[in-house]
T-cell receptor, first 114, second 111 residues
Framework: KAGVTQTPRYLIKTRGQQVTLSCSPISGHRSVSWYQQTPGQGLQFLFEYFSETQRNKGNFPGRFSGRQFSNSRSEMNVSTLELGDSALYLC?????????????FGPGTRLTVL | GENVEQHPSTLSVQEGDSAVIKCTYSDSASNYFPWYKQELGKGSQLIIDIRSNVGEKKDQRIAVTLNKTAKHFSLHITETQPEDSAVYFCAASEPGNQFYFGTGTSLTVIP
C-alpha cells in the first residue's frame, strides 16, 4: 500500500507570493492533518480535514487555509508569504477520527521564502 | 489546550548503550501517546504508541512507559545502533482531537 505523498518536495518562493501544497493520503484514509515544522518549535498543528470538512484548526493566521476533496486528497494554501513561513510542512493521514487513530506522515514539503 | 514538553533536545549515546527520551503532557484527558521517528528523506514514521489504559509497551528494542498520575511518558531504546540516529517526536492526543507534539529530540548513536 502506498504511503502518504506530498508534492512538491521542495519549493522556493519570495515574500508576498502564495503557495499551494498537495497531500495524497493513504488509500482509504479519510482524515488529513497538516503541520508546520520549524527548528525549535517542533510540529505545530495547522488544521485537520475529515470527509471534506475542516474539523480542527490550530492557531495560525487566516493566510493559511486548506481544503479536502472527495477523494480525500488535501491542499494547503498560504497567501502573502512571509519569511517566517519558511518551514517543513507535513501532512498526515489516518483511517478515521477517533480513539484508535494512528497518523501516518508524508515526507513533507520544504518551503523556503526569500 | 494540551501542552507537550520533550527532553532532552539532543542526545548522544555510544552504540550499544540505552537512550531515554521523556515527555510530559498537561491535559489529563489525553489518552493516546505515539512516538515518531523522523529521518531525512524518509519522513516521519510511527515507531510505537501507548494508550492510557496501558502502563508499558515493548516492541523488540523499543519500549514506552506511561505514568498517568504524573502525566509523563518515556521512550526507551536499548542496544542502540547507528541506524537509530534520527529525530524523535512524542505526541499526545484526546479521542478525535488533534495531536500535540513535543519539540523533538535529535538522537545520535556514536559507532
Amino acid at each position: 500500500k502506498a504511503g502518504v505523498t506530498q508534492t512538491p518536495r521542495y519549493l522556493i518562493k519570495t515574500r508576498g507570493q502564495q503557495v499551494t501544497l498537495s497531500c495524497s493520503p493513504i488509500s482509504g484514509h479519510r482524515s488529513v492533518s497538516w503541520y508546520q515544522q520549524t527548528p525549535g518549535q517542533g510540529l505545530q498543528f495547522l488544521f485537520e480535514y475529515f470527509s471534506e470538512t475542516q474539523r480542527n484548526k490550530g492557531n495560525f493566521p487566516g493566510r493559511f487555509s486548506g481544503r479536502q476533496f472527495s477523494n480525500s486528497r488535501s491542499e494547503m494554501n498560504v497567501s502573502t508569504l512571509e519569511l517566517g513561513d519558511s518551514a517543513l510542512y507535513l501532512c498526515a493521514s489516518s483511517l478515521a477520527r477517533g480513539p484508535t487513530d494512528t497518523q501516518y506522515f508524508g515526507p513533507g514539503t520544504r518551503l523556503t521564502v526569500l | 489546550g494540551e501542552n507537550v514538553e520533550q527532553h532532552p533536545s539532543t542526545l548522544s549515546v555510544q552504540e550499544g548503550d540505552s537512550a531515554v527520551i521523556k515527555c510530559t503532557y498537561s491535559d489529563s484527558a489525553s489518552n493516546y501517546f505515539p512516538w515518531y521517528k523522523q529521518e531525512l528523506g524518509k519522513g516521519s514514521q510511527l515507531i510505537i504508541d501507548i494508550r492510557s489504559n496501558v502502563g508499558e509497551k515493548k516492541d523488540q528494542r523499543i519500549a514506552v512507559t506511561l505514568n498517568k498520575t504524573a502525566k509523563h511518558f518515556s521512550l526507551h531504546i536499548t542496544e542502540t545502533q547507528p541506524e537509530d540516529s534520527a529525530v524523535y517526536f512524542c505526541a499526545a492526543s484526546e479521542p478525535g482531537n488533534q495531536f500535540y507534539f513535543g519539540t523533538g529530540t535529535s538522537l545520535t548513536v556514536i559507532p
